[in-house]
T-cell receptor
Framework: GAGVSQSPSNKVTEKGKDVELRCDPISGHTALYWYRQSLGQGLEFLIY????????KSGLPSDRFSAERTGGSVSTLTIQRTQQEDSAVYLC????????????FGPGTRLTVT | AQKITQTQPGMFVQEKEAVTLDCTYDTSDQSYGLFWYKQPSSGEMIFLIYQGSYDEQNATEGRYSLNFQKARKSANLVISASQLGDSAMYFC???????????????FGKGTSLLVTP
């Protein structure tokens, strides 16, 4: 079956522009996670959705970041007024909700802010 | 505080040999899980193996096994009969007890880069 897909795969943007990153999880996975992978910070958790709900946004790096999920499926991560420190690979993962269920990762979006 | 520690930034192993990648963790939860993921140069994260804190047997998946030593809080990955295609970054990760805010979000270590040589 289809895995987790993300688009775009690569995005180069100028500082100050807004970007939208998309994640299409595996059908039936109710849990969705966004992570960021950067050289300095490693892999860090950003936000979790159970269904359409994201109970806690405190993991988002700044208030320029927002995320939503609609229909219990597709999620978008939006970064407003991008800064150079936002350059990273943004990874999306989805899973069922049992403790031992592995998270399936998408290929990531590589964001470069110039 | 770092919850997952991988002390080996890089490792070399010869093809067909076994290799152990180290991982130690820190948690006060009784219920937790440990995962290993592989990330080849192409970038995708590939799930390898899972160990639950209450599992009595060490997890095994094909050539991968997890040497789980609960008292020492270590969860080392053992790859037997290394292949050239095993060259990649390997990440140890932990999920703690379910949290309504973060679900089963994973805490990752910094990773170990493994290079398998002919």
């Amino acid at each position: 079956g289809a895995g987790v897909s993300q688009s775009p795969s690569n995005k180069v943007t100028e500082k100050g522009k807004d970007v939208e990153l998309r994640c299409d999880p595996i059908s039936g996975h109710t849990a969705l996670y966004w992570y960021r992978q950067s050289l300095g910070q490693g892999l860090e958790f950003l936000i979790y959705f159970q269904g359409n709900s994201a109970p806690d946004k405190s993991g988002l790096p700044s208030d320029r970041f927002s995320a939503e999920r609609t229909g219990g499926s597709v999620s978008t991560l939006t970064i407003q007024r991008t800064q150079q420190e936002d350059s990273a690979v943004y990874l999306c993962a989805s899973s069922f909700i049992n403790p031992g269920d592995e998270q399936y990762f998408g290929p990531g979006t590589r964001l470069t802010v110039t | 505080a770092q919850k997952i520690t991988q002390t080996q930034p890089g490792m070399f192993v010869q093809e067909k040999e076994a290799v152990t990648l180290d991982c130690t963790y820190d948690t006060s939860d009784q219920s937790y899980g440990l995962f290993w993921y592989k990330q080849p140069s192409s970038g995708e994260m590939i799930f390898l193996i899972y160990q639950g804190s209450y599992d009595e047997q060490n997890a095994t998946e094909g050539r991968y096994s997890l040497n789980f030593q609960k008292a020492r809080k270590s969860a080392n990955l053992v790859i037997s009969a290394s292949q050239l295609g095993d060259s990649a970054m390997y990440f140890c990760a932990m999920r703690e007890a379910s949290n309504s805010n973060s679900g089963y979000a994973l805490n990752f270590g910094k990773g170990t880069s493994l290079l398998v040589t002919p």
